[in-house]
């Protein structure tokens, strides 16, 4: 079992409407979780994190953790062309951060 | 306030050279650390160090690949001898602490390798 787990995609919105990015974790004992996005040839940047059960709002990103289900996402809201990139999910295990393989994310106008 | 500077941007080798990376982090981040990405994969952490210590190496191909980080400041990456699968974008990253549990990675811009 890998330890953070993302569908690959792609995931393909209107733009306009909500994207919904998942990814759930092996390690119970993982205490931060962050999002970053990564466009095409660039490298990741980090565009949120949350260490807590419920949500966190940003702007237009809102990222959810459930820690009993192993569980976090990141909606985005009003979805943009520019949102088009890749979105990492990373999980902070004994302080050593763990990539998911990424979730391609691609808003259509 | 620089970012984190990495060289060269692109690499071209044969199976069985050899080939370094140069990284050189944001002035007084304490934490570097070297992630290989493969073409449609996440990054995976090679090495980290906290100064000129290593944290973690458990995921570093240690027949082949070295890292070292002298005066805890620049580091450089190493492998020898290169093999097809090493082919990859190498990215640099550091955070200005360790043991931070929201800490945020700030990364280069990579190095992409082709191994022929």
């Known amino acids: 079992q890998k330890e953070v787990e993302q569908n690959s995609g792609p995931l393909s919105v209107p733009e306009g409407a909500i994207a919904s990015l998942n990814c759930t974790y092996s390690d119970r004992g993982s205490q931060s979780f962050f999002w970053y996005r990564q466009y095409s040839g660039k490298s990741p940047e980090l565009i949120m994190f949350i260490y807590s059960n419920g949500d966190k709002e940003d702007g237009r990103f809102t990222a959810q953790l459930n820690k009993a289900s192993q569980y976090v996402s990141l909606l985005i809201r009003d979805s943009q062309p520019s949102d088009s990139a890749t979105y990492l999910c990373?999980?902070?295990?004994?302080?050593?951060?763990?990539f998911g393989r990424g979730t391609s994310l691609i808003v259509h106008p | 306030e620089a970012g984190v500077a990495q060289s060269p941007r692109y690499k071209i080798i044969e199976k069985r050279q050899s080939v370094a990376f140069w990284c050189n982090p944001i002035s007084g981040h304490a934490t570097l650390y070297w992630y290989q990405q493969i073409l449609g994969q996440g990054p995976k952490l090679l090495i980290q160090f906290q100064n000129n210590g290593v944290v973690d190496d458990s995921q570093l191909p240690k027949d082949r690949f070295s890292a070292e980080r002298l005066k805890g400041v620049d580091s450089t990456l190493k492998i020898q001898p290169a093999k097809l699968e090493d082919s990859a974008v190498y990215l640099c990253?550091?955070?200005?602490?360790?043991?931070?549990?929201?800490?945020?990675?700030?990364f280069g811009s990579g190095t992409q390798l082709s191994v022929l």
């Open positions: 990253a550091s955070s200005p602490l360790n043991r931070v549990r929201n800490e945020k990675l700030f």
């Open positions: 990373a999980v902070n295990r004994s302080y050593i951060p763990t």
